[in-house]
């Protein structure tokens, strides 16, 4: 794909109004061969500025979570949705995510991961293609095709709704720990990082 230099879109103008809002194409970041990929909506202000996904305050609380299931940001895969920002932080619309879904599938593609996980609703719809209520789906898994192949979805409640709904923290705590465990990450049982060396 002449867009993509392996797993990083290079350019894109596909959706004018990210064109216009945008003041760079986000693509994913972490190992390209991660058993674990963390998919979110759209970039906001500070991924825009930064090129990078779950930066800021939301990437703050998801860094927190991995380090506590014994997980380093490094060692999984955080991707969106759509990897331009949209204006005003308004939701992707339906052709958005349908232009950037062609990314998003190649990246699965090429990383294979155990398990996919869902950081709030945008996501979760999309990749499950039915309406979802996170709050209460939270931690389930679903087996289901994407691009034709076989996935496992794990939903998850967006970390910045931990921020303003404290009540969500163990949900989220308790999303990111089943990850882990989907992913292969073995628990060492004494609380500490669960990956060797980490
Ligand atoms: S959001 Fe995706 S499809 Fe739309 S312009 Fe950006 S990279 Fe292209």
Do not use: W
Not at 108 to 129: A, C, F, N, Y
């Amino acid at each position: 794909m002449e867009q993509m230099d392996g797993l990083t879109v290079t350019a894109c103008e596909r959706c004018p109004e990210l064109c216009e809002s945008r003041s760079r194409i986000v693509s994913g970041v972490g190992p390209e061969d991660a058993d674990l990929v963390f998919v979110g909506e759209a970039p906001g202000a500070t991924e825009d500025e930064r090129g990078e996904p779950f930066v800021g305050r939301s990437g703050d609380v998801l860094d927190d979570a991995l380090r506590d299931a014994g997980l380093a940001r490094a060692d999984v895969r955080i991707t969106n949705c759509v990897r331009c920002r949209p204006p005003d932080n308004r939701d992707p619309t339906d052709d958005e995510l349908a232009n950037c879904r062609e990314y998003l599938e190649r990246e699965l593609d090429l990383l294979d991961p155990e398990v996919i996980v869902t950081l709030g609703k945008v996501p979760s719809e999309h990749l499950l293609e039915r309406s979802v209520g996170v709050t209460n789906e939270a931690g389930t898994v679903t087996e289901t095709r994407i691009a034709g192949a076989p996935r496992r979805v794990l939903v998850s409640v967006h970390p910045a709704a931990t921020l303003y709904d404290p009540s969500q923290r163990e949900t989220f705590a308790e999303t990111i720990d089943t990850a882990a465990d989907l992913a292969g990450v073995e628990d060492s049982g004494d609380g500490q990082a669960r990956l060797g060396d980490f």
